[in-house]
């Protein structure tokens, strides 16, 4: 009986998936209306007794700047043109750290890992979260170009309480469109990812140190400019 339940337990949660599945494939011409993020942003504000709406803006990858697609390349996921959706070395990197000095798992994830959680999961560990996020990522880098993966990453990721995508925060922060964005500007939007909490004009000097590491590595990674 017990072995029944379970059986009728699992077919309900895999129908259950197999309904709410993402459709990668619309991703290749249409624009996400609202991520999971964005969702999860205005819920919170709303638990909190705030009417807050994410700021929250599309513009096609030819309105972005160059300097801000190389800044995030060169400050969260260098070989992004060269690996299928992960990076093998980096996550073994952190495998080693987490084993040697007894350090918590700290991230390794590539653009489109973090596409993929900001798009239709959530910031959790769970396993099967991972698993998910893994199955997902495949899918993007199988389905979409490069090019449109880094259109729709620079899109919907957060630059800042609530504000999504570089045109929301290149008009917030700077007041001119994402494709009048220069170096120093795309790398302090650059330097803030994935955090939230820094952003231009943030106090820590964390964030101030890691704008000025992501100018230097933009300074020895031009070579970077031919991949856009």
Known sequence: MI?????????????????????????????????????AWEHGQRQTGREGRADYRWVPYERISDHLKRAVLVAEDIDFFSHRGFAVE???????????????????ST?????VKNLWLSPS?????????ALLTRQ??????????LELYLNVVEF??????AEAAA???????????????????AAGLPRSAWYPGAAS??????????????????WIAKEL
């Open 3 to 39: 072995a029944l339940v379970l059986l009728v337990a699992a077919l309900i949660v895999t129908a259950y998936q197999w309904l709410t599945w993402p459709d990668v494939e619309a991703l290749r011409t249409g624009e996400p209306q609202r991520t999971a993020f964005i969702r």
């Open 90 to 108: 980096e996550m073994k990197t952190a495998l080693r750290a987490t084993v040697s000095q007894g350090e918590p798992p700290r991230g390794a």
């Open 111 to 115: 653009l489109s890992q973090q596409l």
């Open 125 to 133: 560990r769970n396993p099967w979260r991972k698993v998910k996020e």
């Open 140 to 149: 993007l880098e199988r389905m979409l170009s490069k090019r449109r993966i």
């Open 160 to 165: 800042g309480p609530g504000i999504y995508g």
């Open 171 to 189: 008009r917030r922060y700077f007041a001119r469109p994402a494709s009048r964005l220069t170096e120093r500007q795309a790398a302090a939007l």
């Open 205 to 222: 000097r964390s964030y101030r140190l890691r704008v000025e590491r992501t100018l230097r590595r933009l300074k020895k990674a031009s």
